[in-house]
């Protein structure tokens, strides 16, 4: 019984070793995609500046492109700092354009004066803008050339 089973196991090491001896010979050579140690603060090269001026929408329903910089606005469960100027009760006062009505509708189309939890996430529908090349090609053109 002990016998098949030592032989097993030298066949599986000498199926192992030499395996195990390439893996280490490359990890001599071993070089991170960004050329950098793991523990090194690479800086990331902001290749699309956001562009400031406002775009024209490609379809009539299309949530507004974000002209400004929204990373450091932060939304979560709690806070959502997108409202400290577009909500209703600010916009005047920060010279922002207000909410549309859609934003304050619950689901059974009731309106509130709130933000609907649907409309929560604003960076679900609302993206920020750069003149970015197409990241897929496609055939898209705005309905407004048709
Ligand atoms: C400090 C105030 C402020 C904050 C915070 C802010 N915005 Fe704005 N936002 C503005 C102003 C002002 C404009 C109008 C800019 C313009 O007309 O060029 C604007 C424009 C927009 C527009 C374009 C609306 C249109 O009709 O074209 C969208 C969309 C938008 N913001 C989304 C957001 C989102 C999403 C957030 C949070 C990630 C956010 N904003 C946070 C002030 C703010
Ligand atoms: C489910 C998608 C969706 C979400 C989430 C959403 N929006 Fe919108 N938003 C739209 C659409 C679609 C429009 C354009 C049609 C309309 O006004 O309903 C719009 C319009 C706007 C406008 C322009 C209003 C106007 O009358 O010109 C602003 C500003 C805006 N959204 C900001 C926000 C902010 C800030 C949030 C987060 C609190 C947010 N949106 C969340 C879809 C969304």
């Given at each position: 019984?002990?016998?098949?089973?030592?032989?097993?196991?030298?066949?599986?090491?000498i199926?192992?070793i030499?395996?195990?001896?390439?893996?280490a010979q490359?990890?001599?050579?071993l070089?991170s995609?960004?050329?950098?140690?793991v523990?090194?603060?690479?800086?990331?090269e902001?290749?699309f500046?956001?562009?400031t001026?406002?775009?024209?929408r490609d379809?009539?329903?299309q949530?507004?492109?974000?002209p400004?910089?929204?990373?450091?606005?932060?939304i979560?469960?709690r806070?959502?700092q997108?409202l400290?100027c577009?909500d209703?009760?600010?916009?005047?006062d920060?010279?922002?354009?207000?909410l549309?009505m859609?934003h304050y509708?619950?689901?059974?189309g009731?309106?509130?004066?709130?933000?609907?939890g649907?409309?929560?996430?604003c960076?679900?529908c609302h993206?920020?803008?750069?003149?970015?090349p197409a990241l897929?090609?496609n055939?898209?053109?705005?309905?407004?050339?048709?």
């Amino acid at each position: 019984m002990r016998k098949p089973f030592l032989a097993g196991l030298c066949a599986l090491a000498i199926a192992i070793i030499p395996a195990g001896a390439a893996l280490a010979q490359s990890a001599g050579g071993l070089a991170s995609l960004r050329g950098a140690g793991v523990e090194e603060n690479v800086p990331v090269e902001q290749v699309f500046q956001q562009e400031t001026r406002r775009f024209n929408r490609d379809y009539r329903q299309q949530p507004p492109l974000i002209p400004h910089s929204s990373d450091q606005y932060q939304i979560d469960l709690r806070a959502n700092q997108c409202l400290g100027c577009h909500d209703w009760t600010n916009a005047g006062d920060r010279g922002a354009p207000t909410l549309s009505m859609t934003h304050y509708l619950d689901r059974d189309g009731r309106e509130m004066d709130h933000v609907a939890g649907t409309r929560w996430f604003c960076t679900q529908c609302h993206v920020p803008q750069a003149n970015a090349p197409a990241l897929v090609q496609n055939t898209f053109e705005s309905s407004a050339s048709r």
